[in-house]
């Protein structure tokens, strides 16, 4: 299976420690989104890269989440310093360029508890 | 800004039935509207898109959906439910209007349930 990967699938941790998450895209595309999903809720953009300049940041970013891709490939979230309001589903997706109507295409996603 | 409703948070349908899940949206141009299904555990799976062209859309798994721009609705439908179509769907929209990063917005969902 060539679809998004992301890693780890689940991660519990104390409040006030770090976390990092990977994304592996599909890997002919240039563009990579990070979404938080909480329940009840749909996912709610993040930030997104084309190749390896991150281009938009959503509010709900703060300076306590960063994102990097570094070789225009997979994708790094960290959380610093994470408190139980981090407590959701973190989705990953690419796509290809497609004029504004590309697919996006999502990882499986992973569950962050924050205790 | 752009947005989408989901109106209902569950839909019941007894299998074989056909069965419609409602999605509306308010974008300042004309929209690309998607459809993603969601099992429990697991990410959003693309079902179908609307961008330009026919109203009725045909997708993945015996799903379609109707772009109706009088009523800025994009209503996804499948003529005969099966039990594992029990999921939650998400509706999105893209204004391809707007500058800078074209963002998806995701509406919160409908849950659909089955009933054999």
């Known amino acids: 299976d060539t679809g998004v990967s992301q890693n780890p699938r689940h991660k519990i941790t104390k409040r006030g420690q770090n976390v990092t998450f990977r994304c592996d895209p599909i890997?002919?595309?240039?563009?990579l989104y990070w979404y938080r999903q909480t329940l009840g809720q749909g996912p709610e953009f993040l930030t997104y890269f084309q190749n390896e300049a991150q281009l938009e940041k959503s509010r709900l970013l703060s300076d306590r989440f960063s994102a990097e891709r570094p070789k225009g490939s997979f994708s790094t979230l960290e959380i610093q310093r994470t408190e139980q309001g981090d407590s959701a589903m973190y989705l990953c997706?690419?796509?290809?360029?497609?004029?504004?109507?590309?697919?996006?295409?999502f990882g499986p996603g992973t569950r962050l508890l924050v205790l | 800004a752009q947005s989408v409703a989901q109106p209902e948070d569950q839909v019941n349908v007894a299998e074989g039935n056909p069965l419609t899940v409602k999605c509306t949206y308010s974008?300042?141009?004309?929209?690309?509207l998607f459809w993603y299904v969601q099992y429990p555990n697991r990410g959003l799976q693309f079902l179908l898109k609307y961008i330009t062209g026919d109203n009725l859309v045909k997708g993945s798994y015996g799903f379609e959906a109707e772009f109706n721009k009088s009523q800025t609705s994009f209503h996804l439908k499948k003529p005969s439910a099966l039990v594992s179509d029990s999921a939650l769907y998400f509706c999105?929209?893209?204004?391809?209007?707007?500058?800078?990063?074209?963002?998806?917005?995701f509406g919160i969902g409908t849950k659909l349930q089955v009933i054999p």
């Open positions: 890997s002919e595309h240039n563009r």
């Open positions: 974008v300042s141009g004309n929209p690309y």
């Open positions: 999105a929209v893209r204004d391809p209007v707007a500058g800078g990063y074209q963002k998806v917005t």
């Open positions: 997706a690419s796509s290809t360029y497609a004029g504004g109507a590309e697919t996006q295409y």
